[in-house]
């Protein structure tokens, strides 16, 4: 039987919009917090480096110092809770008092990056096979001092990881994860990952259709070279198998484009893969994102709303125009560097952009309250090439190796196109891509008629030009 979430009657009431995406009859949906009813206080601390935090633990005050990663405190007679007396310089910690964290400790404390002011990241653009073209970032998942790449995608939102890259075979084997008796958690190096198991899909009509099967966890991720930028505690899918209509079968542990992190300023539903859609359902958009406490009925969204913002720093990222290097999936620790992607957004970034509002939605609960949640689909489009044009709606997507051009019915657009066309996109007055055909590759184009849905400008776009999205105010920036 599956278990209601109760924060969705709590939507309902005040109008939002009560969604199911991923459900599970193993765990409750809502995890309540541990406290110890007396004695010592004992605490994991991850990722502090700034100087200056000070923990209120009962009437105790415990001051720690960068790097440290453990604290007990005996607060004496009756419980006492954790709280945040002063914030390091430079970061914003959090309390978190859930358990099932370690058995040895009761409470997490995540300190992630204070961001205030535009950050650039190390990124690397990789031509892995002589047509197919991706944008990666070195990244490392909660306390794990290795770094895997995780391809930087503009067309989803919410991170998705090879499982096989994040834990040992001790954890995790083929036909999923090894949970210990009696255990409904894995805490493993700072991550925690429970038994809800999910599913997301990428691509749809007019595009090849993949998921990703997996389970649901939590884990902190470290962006850059020098570790600039450390998120929050993010939800993340970890994914174990690939699949299509034909079924599933195990990543492989050296497939990086299983890494998924999508920064759009959307939240993405999960879906449960025992709903098979037999009634005709579809699993709607989700009104809540998931977090330690909520998790089934929710989705995901990017890891970088999860960095706390100074006044007058934009939510949001810019990503920069990509120069290629060849560099096989097996060599991406030697692929070059270059800082290609700023996390935080200030007035002045969007000088020189075409810039255009995309359609948002509140009501969306956050863990840190509601959302401004934007869609990536642009209208107002026009598309043309060789003396065709249609009107319609485009995405701009990094993680698509290919542009999908889908013609609307009724609409009139030649089905190939030849080396020497020019294929243009244009936002309302301004023409925001324009390219010759045979520079793109007529193999990395692709044309559907009659599919009444949204283009997809891919990768190609991206070698070209630049692309900026603000998570506040839902503009987007094209130049």
Known sequence: MVRPNPLLKLLATSALLCLSGCQTAASSNVIEDSRPATGPVAGRIHHLEGEGLVLRVGSNQVTLAPHETRFTVDPGRGPASVDIARQPAGQMCVVDNLAGHGVDYTVSIYCESFVTRPVAVE?????????????????????????????????????????????????????????????????????????VVIEKKYGGRGDKAHSSKGNLGFAQITFGKDGQVVTGLVPVLFAYAAGNDKGYHPFAPTNSTANIIGINADVNALKNPEDDGANGNKAPRTAVVCDERVVTDCGLSSPFRK?????????????????????????????????????????????????????????????????????????????????????????????????????????????????????????????????????????????????????????????????????DNGMIGLR
């Open 307 to 471: 960095l706390a913002f100074a006044t007058g720093i934009g939510q949001g990222f810019l990503l920069n125009r990509v120069s290629m290097s060849d560099c096989p999936l097996s060599q991406l620790e030697h692929c070059p560097l270059d800082r290609l992607l700023t996390v935080g957004l200030t007035d002045n970034m969007s000088s020189g952009f075409a810039r255009v509002y995309a359609r948002c939605r509140g009501g969306i609960i956050g863990n840190r309250g509601p959302l401004n949640v934007c869609s990536q689909i642009i209208g107002n489009a026009t598309i043309s090439a060789d003396g065709y044009q249609y009107h319609g709606s485009v995405m701009f997507d990094s993680g698509n190796p290919k542009t999908i051009i889908n013609v609307p019915r009724g609409a009139s657009f030649d089905a190939t196109l030849a080396d020497n066309a020019i294929l243009r996109f244009a936002i309302g007055p301004d023409t925001v891509y324009s390219s010759r055909v045979g520079d793109i590759g007529t193999d990395r184009i692709v044309i559907n008629q009659d599919m009444n849905i949204r283009t997809c400008v891919g990768i190609a776009f991206f070698e070209r030009h630049a692309m900026f999205m603000n998570y």
């Open 123 to 195: 990124l690397n653009a990789a031509r892995i096979e002589p047509r197919i073209d991706r944008i990666f970032a070195p990244i490392r998942v909660g306390d794990d001092a290795r770094q895997i790449h995780g391809l930087i995608d503009t067309g989803s939102a919410g991170v998705v990881l090879n499982a096989f890259q994040v834990f040992p075979p001790s954890i995790l084997s083929r036909d999923g994860f090894h949970f210990p008796p009696g255990s409904r958690r894995i805490s493993y190096n700072g991550i925690i990952v429970t038994d």
